[in-house]
């Protein structure tokens, strides 16, 4: 099934952005893994599997809640960085990274206290996950979605250095790519959908319990970090720009100069937004 109506996922939607990744997505806000062990009395034991995994941002964070992680991703570069991450960080005995579409679990995985979606909900088949997902956690166990508050403002006032120039970094993106949001073979004119309330009241979750956990913390920012931050991204990722991505990344550089000559940026954490859906305990 289509996530919007005239468009197909394939599995070259993040091709080539794996490497930018760690070093150019902003951080979940500090004290995350804090609030998820107290809301969902996590212990260190139990199983995680975290959907959409990207390059396990998210579930190398939150390795020391439970007895084994494991992360799911249909994009190979990203999984590769998950492993890195995760010898990295000494996890790699209790991690596993599973090259799979959301659409296709179970795929022999078993059973889960935690289902985690960190900004990657709305890029699957979101009725038919929801419900695989709900079979697959323990009676009692969680979904839980979580992403960048996006209602807050971001104070770029009192920062120590210019503020990353989002805007016309976007215009230049449109400049190379066209004025529609580019996902790989097809366009997202509107953006992925929402609506996922709806989404998990039908699978037949309770909830959902809100949290926020604070960010607005100042970041220091390079222009490698920048660049890293728009070739992580889908609408913007380095096959796209094709023979000219060095061309673009070359504006991007030239433009970054221009405004900040010292190359290096403030700006302020997001805070993050948890939603927390239970799956009924006393079901079996």
């Known amino acids: 099934m289509a996530v919007v109506a005239g468009w197909e996922w394939d599995d070259t939607l993040f091709s080539g952005t794996a490497p930018y990744y760690r070093r150019g997505r902003l951080p979940y806000a500090p004290g995350l893994a804090d609030v998820l062990a107290e809301v969902l009395r996590l212990d260190g034991r139990g199983r995680l599997i ?47 990274w599973v090259r799979v579409r959301a659409e296709d679990l179970p795929a022999g995985l078993g059973t889960f206290t935690v289902a985690t979606f960190a900004q990657s909900f709305h890029w699957m088949d979101r009725d038919l996950v929801a419900a695989t997902i709900r079979d697959m956690l323990l009676p009692g166990g969680a979904f839980v979605h979580i992403s960048d508050l996006k209602t807050e403002r971001r104070s770029v006032d009192d920062l120590p250095y210019p503020a990353v120039p989002y805007p016309a970094m976007d215009e230049l993106v449109r400049h190379y790519l066209g004025p529609v949001r580019r996902a790989r073979r097809g366009v997202l004119p509107q953006g992925t959908p929402g609506g996922e309330a709806a989404v998990l009241t039908r699978a037949g979750f309770s909830g959902p319990r809100r949290h926020v956990v604070p960010g607005g913390q100042a970041l220091e920012r390079t222009c490698d970090d920048v660049v890293a931050g728009v070739f992580s991204m889908s609408f913007s990722a380095p096959h796209l720009f094709g023979a000219r991505r060095d061309s673009f990344e070359s504006d991007v550089r030239l433009l970054l100069r221009e405004v900040s000559p010292s190359g290096r940026f403030s700006e302020r954490l997001p805070s993050t937004e948890v939603f927390v859906w239970g799956k009924n305990p006393a079901e079996p």
């Open 50 to 96: 975290d959907v959409g995994c990207g390059p396990g941002t998210l579930a190398l964070s939150l390795a020391h809640l439970f007895g084994e992680i494991v992360g799911v991703d249909p994009d190979s570069g990203m999984l590769s960085e998950a492993r890195r991450g995760a010898a990295e960080a000494g996890v790699s005995g209790k991690s596993r």
